[in-house]
């Protein structure tokens, strides 16, 4: 059976939501050396506050299935975004580093939590279409994540006042959360889920596993993120501007995969694409490593992104189909062990790179494909049980 007129709607709703969640905090990126220069603070200071975002989203995160329970999945996202838009305009307008850590802390904990509400959702539009459509949704996100960053990066540009930059775009994303809130699904998060046995102690197992794999996506994603430059231009004396190619490579790729990815898992099932995909990421950045130069170097990255760029969408689909759990346990489990993955990769990879080589600390990419293939039995194959 097609989707209804509903079901379209609620899918665009939801693709709005992912967008403007991807584009609020990186509208702020850009602004972050003026935020830092207005406030007089050292990098050690700027580092600090950044590091309460992470924090607070460890903290709420473990809340999101209590809000969603009481609220719905839907309020909770459009809410939640609105909350976000005002905790990034407080970033930018702290008067001090108390005021900026806290904002952070507070922008880190909305984010987790729409996070969890965001997917619910999407997956629970998903189980309408009998077909995967998860991975759109978080290649929007990408999307939105580098059309925020584009924005903020031209307001810095022009001179735009970091006040009416931040305000305008709070109020613009706010507005689309709500418009994007009428059309989203009525009623409980469970109405298209089959009727399940309660949880055993075997289904923590299974999700702790899945847990474990969106943290090899985090992983990789740090990689590109804060190694490919340093890596680039350091060990193989790359430019400037080539050295960034890396994470540009890398991010690309992955949202190019997701935006395509839907269209593969429904052809070939989640759980080949996904552990074939870190046979991919291992062997392409194991070749780059064991090969180095700057070509190697940014074919591996490319690689790596679009090898792991269905994975988290996949682990978070999985946890949210085991049965007996409560709307957005298992997602808020792995989005948990996602963000604890974020957390723990740049220092592990840093004290391996000043132990032995910032080389040696990048197998850590090619480590977490081989995890991807042993875990990927885990997904759930089918992208949805309709």
Same mark, same amino acid.
Request: overall charge positive; charged content about 10%; glycine content about 12%.
């Given at each position: 059976?097609? *989707?209804?007129?509903?079901?379209?709607?609620?899918?665009?709703?939801?693709?709005?939501?992912?967008?403007?969640?991807?584009?609020?905090?990186?509208?702020?990126?850009?602004? $972050?050396?003026?935020?830092?220069?207005?406030?007089?603070?050292?990098?050690?200071?700027?580092?600090?506050?950044?590091?309460?975002?992470?924090?607070?989203?460890?903290?709420?995160?473990?809340?999101?299935?209590?809000?969603?329970?009481?609220?719905?999945?839907?309020?909770?996202?459009?809410?939640?975004?609105?909350?976000?838009?005002?905790?990034?305009?407080?970033?930018?307008?702290?008067?001090?580093?108390?005021?900026?850590?806290?904002?952070?802390?507070?922008?880190?904990?909305?984010?987790? %939590?729409?996070?969890?509400?965001?997917?619910?959702?999407?997956?629970?539009?998903?189980?309408?279409?009998?077909?995967?459509?998860?991975?759109?949704?978080?290649?929007?996100?990408?999307?939105?994540?580098?059309?925020? &960053?584009?924005?903020?990066?031209?307001?810095?540009?022009?001179?735009?006042?970091?006040?009416?930059? =931040?305000?305008?775009?709070?109020?613009?994303?706010?507005?689309?959360?709500?418009?994007?809130?009428?059309?989203? $699904?009525?009623?409980?998060?469970?109405?298209?889920?089959?009727?399940?046995? +309660?949880?055993?102690?075997?289904?923590?197992?299974?999700?702790?596993?899945?847990?474990?794999?969106?943290?090899?996506?985090?992983?990789?994603?740090?990689?590109?993120?804060?190694?490919?430059?340093?890596?680039?231009?350091?060990?193989?004396?790359?430019?400037?501007?080539?050295?960034?190619?890396?994470?540009?490579?890398?991010?690309?790729?992955?949202?190019?995969?997701?935006?395509?990815?839907?269209?593969?898992?429904?052809?070939?099932?989640?759980?080949?694409?996904?552990?074939?995909?870190?046979?991919?990421?291992?062997?392409?950045?194991? =070749?780059?490593?064991?090969?180095?130069?700057?070509?190697?170097? =940014?074919?591996?990255?490319?690689?790596?992104?679009?090898?792991?760029?269905?994975?988290? *969408?996949?682990?978070? +689909?999985?946890?949210?189909?085991? *049965?007996? $759990?409560?709307?957005?346990?298992?997602?808020?489990?792995?989005?948990?062990?996602?963000?604890? &993955?974020?957390?723990?990769?740049? *220092?592990?990879?840093?004290?391996?790179?000043?132990?032995?080589?910032?080389?040696?600390?990048?197998?850590?990419?090619?480590?977490?494909?081989? %995890?991807?293939?042993?875990?990927?039995?885990? =997904?759930?194959?089918?992208?949805?049980?309709?």
């Amino acid at each position: 059976m097609p *989707p209804s007129t509903a079901d379209t709607r609620a899918r665009a709703a939801v693709a709005g939501v992912f967008l403007t969640n991807g584009a609020l905090y990186a509208s702020v990126v850009p602004r $972050l050396p003026e935020i830092k220069a207005g406030l007089e603070l050292s990098n050690a200071a700027l580092g600090t506050a950044i590091a309460a975002s992470p924090l607070g989203a460890l903290v709420a995160g473990l809340f999101a299935p209590a809000l969603i329970n009481r609220l719905r999945s839907s309020r909770v996202a459009a809410l939640g975004i609105v909350a976000l838009a005002v905790a990034v305009v407080a970033i930018g307008l702290a008067p001090g580093w108390p005021a900026l850590a806290l904002a952070m802390f507070a922008a880190g904990a909305l984010d987790s %939590v729409v996070d969890v509400a965001q997917n619910t959702h999407g997956l629970r539009v998903q189980r309408r279409y009998g077909r995967s459509i998860v991975n759109s949704f978080h290649g929007l996100w990408s999307i939105g994540a580098v059309s925020g &960053g584009l924005l903020g990066s031209a307001a810095a540009g022009l001179a735009v006042p970091l006040a009416a930059h =931040l305000i305008s775009a709070a109020v613009l994303f706010s507005v689309i959360a709500v418009v994007c809130y009428r059309f989203m $699904l009525p009623g409980p998060d469970d109405s298209e889920r089959a009727p399940s046995i +309660h949880a055993s102690g075997r289904v923590w197992w299974p999700l702790v596993a899945l847990g474990v794999l969106a943290a090899c996506g985090a992983l990789v994603e740090d990689s590109g993120s804060s190694w490919s430059a340093i890596y680039l231009s350091g060990s193989l004396g790359a430019g400037a501007a080539v050295a960034g190619l890396g994470f540009v490579c890398l991010q690309t790729a992955m949202t190019v995969g997701r935006m395509l990815g839907d269209r593969v898992t429904d052809r070939f099932g989640q759980r080949r694409v996904v552990r074939w995909g870190g046979v991919l990421a291992a062997v392409g950045m194991g =070749l780059a490593l064991a090969v180095p130069s700057v070509g190697t170097t =940014l074919v591996g990255f490319t690689l790596a992104g679009l090898g792991t760029a269905t994975l988290v *969408p996949a682990a978070m +689909h999985s946890a949210d189909e085991l *049965p007996g $759990l409560a709307s957005g346990v298992g997602l808020t489990v792995v989005s948990w062990m996602l963000r604890i &993955g974020s957390l723990v990769a740049p *220092p592990v990879t840093g004290l391996v790179a000043d132990a032995i080589s910032l080389r040696v600390g990048l197998l850590s990419v090619v480590f977490a494909g081989v %995890v991807v293939w042993l875990l990927g039995r885990t =997904l759930a194959n089918s992208p949805t049980h309709h």
